[in-house]
């Protein structure tokens, strides 16, 4: 990734820390606003990660509640 991608994903990631902790969604524009006075390529490079971020922690909650429910699965049952 460039320079732009990188910082994006970087604040996307602490951004991210923040708002599981306080529950706070509006914190994400408050971020891109201010990045935003300054650069919009940053700022849309920021939301992007944001968004990528945000739907890597839905996929990775699925796939723990798949393998939850694998893992208390019983065994299928095999015919001899």
Excluded: C, W
Aim: hydrophobic share 40%; glycine share 4%.
């Amino acid at each position: 990734m460039g320079i732009v991608e990188d910082v994006a994903d970087e604040l996307a990631l602490e951004s991210l820390k923040i708002i599981n902790a306080t529950g706070d969604d509006a914190f994400v524009q408050r971020v891109a606003d201010a990045i935003g006075g300054s650069s919009q390529t940053m700022e849309e490079a920021y939301m992007t990660a944001v968004r990528v971020r945000r739907a890597e922690q839905r996929a990775r909650q699925v796939l723990q509640t798949i393998n939850d429910e694998l893992a208390t699965a019983p065994p299928p049952h095999q015919d001899d």
